[in-house]
């Protein structure tokens, strides 16, 4: 039975995924819903310079794949459509490449805004959220999703408009989230001791390189989650544990 723990600490970094929101969310209706809507959404949206962006760095990681022998599907000119069969090959893989996440952004943003989309949160969230920000922590997230994708899902959720208790968002812009660097980075940025941010997450690896950086961890054991093997972290399956 996961232990109540009390969180000496003034930040509290979050995790998305396992943590903040369930798993199946995100496998089950932002994933296909950015499948489906890609090549609809490119042949809109080509034009625009954020877009071209996703394309070029998605391009980049086409041709490194390509060099290091790795089968996946043909990009065979410059045309939106020619993107989709990779963009489609990297959503299957979850690759937590920076150009798709960006990309899946922009797709969900207009799914959000139509009422398409409501993302879901475990129903601890809101209240844990009210009561830490009463007791003076400040509150960020840390996801492999864009910065853009976390805003939406906090902003358009089925428990209203979380972003107030939000004091920032770090993606993979700042690093992967299995190196320790990436922690010192985010500590560093909100201009803190790594050893004041308690850092919540479902996976072990990322645990292991914020304490590397100094941080305080938590593993996160919530229903749907992947595994329940903590490696030896303390273990919550609830944000009313903290």
Do not use: C
Request: net charge negative; proline share 4%.
């Amino acid at each position: 039975m996961p232990d109540r723990y009390s969180a000496r600490a003034d930040i509290i970094l979050l995790d998305i995924e396992g943590t903040t929101t369930p798993i199946d969310y995100v496998f089950g209706v932002l994933f296909p819903f950015a499948q489906k809507q890609v090549e609809s959404f490119l042949q809109t949206h080509e034009g625009e310079s954020g877009v071209q962006a996703d394309l070029e760095r998605l391009r980049q990681e086409y041709a490194a794949d390509v060099a290091q022998g790795l089968t996946v599907p043909a990009w065979v000119d410059d045309s939106a459509n020619a993107a989709v069969p990779y963009i489609h090959y990297l959503i299957a893989a979850d690759r937590k490449s920076t150009g798709l996440k960006s990309l899946q952004g922009k797709i969900w943003e207009s799914g959000y805004r139509d009422g398409t989309l409501r993302s879901q949160l475990f129903p601890d969230v809101k209240p844990a959220f009210e009561r830490w920000t009463r007791e003076g922590k400040l509150l960020y997230i840390f996801s492999s999703g864009s910065v853009q994708a976390q805003q939406l899902l906090f902003q358009y959720s089925e428990a209203g408009d979380l972003t107030r208790f939000l004091s920032g968002y770090f993606d993979t812009e700042t690093g992967s989230k299995k190196e320790a660097e990436s922690y010192r980075k985010i500590a560093q940025a909100i201009g803190i001791l790594p050893n004041q941010i308690l850092f919540i997450s479902d996976v072990t690896a990322e645990l292991k390189a914020a304490k590397e950086a100094g941080m305080q961890t938590l593993f996160s054991l919530r229903l749907g989650n992947r595994t329940s093997d903590s490696e030896g972290f303390p273990v919550i399956s609830s944000f009313d544990n903290v």
